[in-house]
């Protein structure tokens, strides 16, 4: 009932590619079972609209000494199906893992492998991405901007794969953050962290669940939960900008009272004063986002509501 391995895996509207899952995953961690590692594998049913719900129970039947399911009453996303997998884990080492096999489940053993050798987060880096090109560059051009804004060194952000200890799974439970990113919460627990290079696959079946706009908005939540950077540059731009400002207005008036009035800058000025405004703009829009996550807090909603758990009873 303490296995040491705990693999979490969300799953939305992934009926397409549950079969195969089963077939890969099952016989890479019974291979690991081979060495003496126990496992359980804690399914997370996101409010999928088709058949995944079913597909899950179904495995359970089949294995549930090994199997549990968490499923939801809705549609929570992606952090918030980790979160609560996390919450259901009772392993030592708890891995997460996409379920569209685009990260090999054969890769578990060597985070397993790496965990044991002492630290307490291990990141994964994808050998080849195999993505569309847009996706990979705008990934690899956020990571930068993201390292730079919060300090949090994660090379590939938006790869699954990975492996905490049950020392920053338990500090992760105690935090109640509506928006959040898993793993640079992870991150800034960890006493230990590292990265290795793993393989990465074409998605077996289905599209991705991130669209541009949900990796946009994925990204304002991390720069804006981890970090008040932001609002300091914005304040420090504003500054500059002020000072800017007020030594154009001192050069007009000098200009007026010594050279005449003058309109062939109309347009300049126009020029000017509509940047400003956009400047303004992007300001309440970013001290938006701030505000946002904090009305969200204070609401005290729970983050998810599980309508069930799947999972065989104690025999004890």
Not at 154 to 178: K, P
Not at 237 to 254: H, Q, W, Y
Request: proline share 3%.
């Amino acid at each position: 009932m303490h296995p040491e391995l705990s693999v979490v895996i969300p799953v939305y509207n992934e009926e397409a590619g549950l079969a195969k899952l089963y077939a890969r995953l099952y016989p890479a961690l019974d291979k690991l079972a081979e060495r003496g590692i126990t496992y359980e594998i804690v399914f997370v049913n996101d409010g999928s609209r088709d058949r995944s719900a079913e597909i899950l129970a179904e495995q359970f039947r089949a294995r549930p000494d090994v199997t549990r399911v968490v499923l939801f009453n809705g549609n929570y996303g992606q952090h918030m199906a980790i979160l609560a997998g996390f919450q259901a884990t009772r392993g030592d080492i708890v891995v997460t893992l996409d379920a569209d096999l685009q990260n090999p489940p054969e890769e578990i053993g060597a985070l397993v492998d790496k965990m044991r050798e002492g630290y307490d987060y291990v990141g994964s880096i994808r050998r080849k991405r195999q993505d569309a090109a847009w996706r990979t560059y705008l990934s690899k051009a956020m990571n930068r901007l993201r390292e730079k804004i919060t300090r949090i060194k994660i090379t590939d952000q938006g790869n699954m794969l990975r492996a905490y200890g049950r020392n920053v799974i338990n500090l992760i439970n105690q935090c109640s953050e509506v928006n959040t990113f898993v793993p640079a919460l992870a991150y800034t627990f960890a006493r230990k962290p590292t990265e290795i290079v793993v393989e990465h696959e074409e998605r077996t079946a289905g599209e991705s669940k991130y669209s541009f706009y949900s990796l946009i908005r994925l990204n304002f939540d991390l720069m804006t939960g981890f970090s008040i950077m932001p609002l300091q540059l914005f304040s420090m731009m504003g500054m500059i900008l002020s000072g800017l400002s007020g030594g154009l207005v001192v050069l007009l008036l000098i200009r007026r009272f010594f050279l005449g009035a003058e309109a062939e800058g109309l347009f300049t000025l126009f020029a000017i004063a509509f940047f400003l405004m956009g400047v303004i703009l992007f300001g309440i829009g970013l001290l938006g986002e701030y505000v946002g996550r904090i009305y969200q807090q204070v609401q005290g909603r729970p983050r998810f509501v599980v309508q069930t758990i799947l999972e065989e009873k104690s025999r004890e």
